[in-house]
């Protein structure tokens, strides 16, 4: 079973920067980052595999975000710059043991944390 605990969330003005953190635990084979605005879909933004080099991202996000993964710690950060109002949501790190070709889908991701609200203000 894998358990995920996130923290950093909270109020930001558009243009600066928030860290989130997800404390992992049990045996995964992709993790990644998730967020879900009032009214929208839940929608992939970065993904990793777990002790791969690559990162994975939505277009919306590239070149601001950067995720990242402690493997001593096991903790999965999610850095972000350069905010914007339209990035407020609630940020979900998700992981699973299974591997998929599609890391930004989150019906591959079978464990959630409980997500950490980001509010970026104008």
């Known amino acids: 079973q894998v358990q995920l605990v996130e923290s950093g969330g909270g109020p930001v003005q558009a243009g600066g920067s928030l860290r989130l953190s997800c404390a992992v635990s049990?045996?995964?084979?992709?993790m990644g980052w998730f967020r879900q605005a009032p009214g929208n879909e839940r929608e992939g933004i970065a993904a990793?595999?777990?002790?791969?080099?690559?990162?994975y991202y939505v277009d919306s996000v590239k070149d601001r975000f950067t995720i990242s993964h402690d493997n001593a710690k096991n903790i999965l950060y999610l850095q972000m710059n350069s905010l914007k109002p339209e990035d407020s949501a609630t940020y979900f790190c998700?992981?699973?043991?299974?591997?998929?070709?599609?890391?930004?889908?989150?019906?591959?991701?079978?464990?959630w944390g409980q997500g950490t609200q980001v509010t970026v203000s104008s």
């Open positions: 990793v595999y777990t002790g791969g080099s690559s990162s």
């Open positions: 998700a992981a699973d043991s299974s591997w998929s070709r599609r890391p930004l889908d989150p019906k591959n991701f079978r464990f």
């Open positions: 049990g045996y995964t084979s992709m």
